[in-house]
């Protein structure tokens, strides 16, 4: 079984190589490519890989190109965890927006949509690329922003493409624990877009016990999202939102704590990667503990501003593994060896949330076997949320119109009409902002 890595100079990668490491079973990746742009980067992280191996018998092979159609040739599984301009676009993504007192979240807001209209022409060459030369390939795509680059793969894939995310899982994972369940037994009601979701129940031995958390302030206000968000809006909503919610939420203090932060997220990870990287040339340094190191500071610091306009304190210690690589190891397997589960995912919509067409890519429940990823049926959601998933629903089409038109009047209209951005004037600055700071929006025109 193969497995090709996009991204693969990726800072993550050593944590999906872990994963494959762990798993014993026939019919488990026993040969990873990794693809990337960047040859310095492949040998850090090949070097990272190669001391994770070392002891493990029949370690999965890895090798590693620069060349994107060798990568994808004969290819069974394709990660796809790339990042278009690197951290450095990232930091400017959040730098534009907060000169115009919007945010510049990677996913959500301004930020999400510069980096949507960057990424999602790379990703549709990537995919098809993918229906050409491994059209029997499944594709998981773990890049940012995941629901519409989900999407616009999926135009060009169907179905074979399938977007994963970690935050649900780590959602439901928390509220089980609460209540004192096991993660594997529950039922977790959550549905919405990518980083826009909601969970509405949970289910264990077929009764809702979500009810008995929102009506016990001590337990709601015990973990992750009951900080956050504050008991009293987590009972107001009657469900538990996505912690991305918080930008939508408290959007002003979110703002104001970036804008008064030293460095914004992606300017510290753009530093914090840099020096990693730059530990990595010197031929006697330890790769997997410099690389492990950077991985604990990187999940302590996760978030943390929001936690701090919250006063939400430190992550608890259960939280900080994230989850990501469990997500896409166990979406594999069952996809490869027919084992059939239950994932939270991003897929088209066909049909299960009626507010949007077919091939909305929405993030649901979705029984995953041999013949990929289907999405239960879901309760609808209340008004409040099914107006804002419209909304960015709308704004994500508007992206992708942009991208395919090359229109700079669709781009002003996708950030115009976001909800966290609120004038059509910021709108024309941003545009302005970002295409000149990022040279691959220079398709717009
Ligand atoms: C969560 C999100 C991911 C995101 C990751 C890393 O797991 O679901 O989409 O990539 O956090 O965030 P960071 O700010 O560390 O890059
Ligand atoms: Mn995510």
């Known amino acids: 079984m193969k497995l090709t890595i996009l991204g693969g100079g990726g800072f993550r990668v050593p944590l999906v190589y872990g994963a494959l490491l762990g798993d014993r079973a026939e019919g488990r990746v026993t040969h990873v490519v990794l693809h990337d742009l960047d040859s310095r980067r492949l040998s850090a992280v090949t070097r990272v890989l190669a001391e994770q191996a070392a002891g493990v018998p029949d370690a999965p092979e890895v090798s590693a190109t620069t060349d994107l159609d060798e990568a994808l040739r004969g290819a069974d599984f394709v990660f796809s965890a790339i990042r278009v301009g690197g951290l450095e676009g990232r930091a400017n993504d959040e730098r534009v927006a907060l000169a115009e007192g919007v945010l510049g979240q990677e996913t959500v807001g301004a930020g999400g949509i510069a980096y949507g209209l960057r990424t999602v022409p790379v990703a549709v060459d990537i995919a098809r690329r993918v229906a050409r030369l491994a059209p029997d390939a499944w594709v998981i795509n773990f890049t940012n922003p995941a629901g519409l680059v989900t999407e616009a793969m999926s135009r060009h894939l169907g179905d074979r493409v399938i977007g994963i995310c970690d935050s649900p899982v780590g959602l439901g994972r928390r509220i089980a624990r609460v209540l004192g369940a096991n993660p594997a037994e529950a039922w977790i009601d959550y549905v919405g877009l990518n980083h826009l979701g909601w969970v509405r129940g949970l289910r264990v031995a077929g009764r809702d016990e979500l009810p008995r958390l929102l009506a016990d302030p001590d337990l709601l206000g015990s973990f992750e999202e009951g900080k956050l968000f504050g008991v009293d809006w987590l009972r107001s909503l009657g469900a538990i939102p996505n912690e991305y919610l918080h930008y939508y939420y408290f959007n002003r203090e979110a703002v104001r704590s970036y804008q008064q932060a030293d460095k914004t997220r992606g300017a510290f990870l753009a530093d914090q990667q ?6 990595m040339k010197r031929p006697d340094a330890a790769a997997l503990t410099a690389w492990d190191r950077t991985r604990a500071e990187r999940e302590a610091t996760y978030m943390s501003e929001n936690r701090e306009t919250a006063g939400a304190g430190e992550r608890d210690a259960d939280d900080l593994s994230g989850g990501y690589e469990k997500v896409a190891l166990a979406l594999m397997r069952a996809i490869a060896r027919d084992e059939r589960t239950t994932l939270i995912l991003n897929v088209r919509n066909q049909g299960t949330l009626s507010v949007l067409d077919e091939d909305a890519v929405i993030e649901v429940p979705c029984l995953v076997d041999a013949n ?9 959601l209340p008004d409040h949320a099914t107006g804002l998933v419209c909304s960015v629903k709308g704004v994500e089409r508007e992206v992708l119109a942009a991208a395919e038109s090359g229109s700079r009047a669709t781009a002003v209209k996708a950030f115009a009409l976001h909800p966290l951005v609120d004038s059509v ?14 040279p691959g929006l220079a398709y717009l025109v």
């Open 274 to 279: 840099a020096r990693f990287y730059e530990e």
């Open 372 to 380: 990929g990823a289907h999405p239960v049926a879901v309760a609808p």
């Open 425 to 438: 004037n910021v709108a024309r600055r941003l545009v302005e902002g970002y295409t000149d700071v990022h």
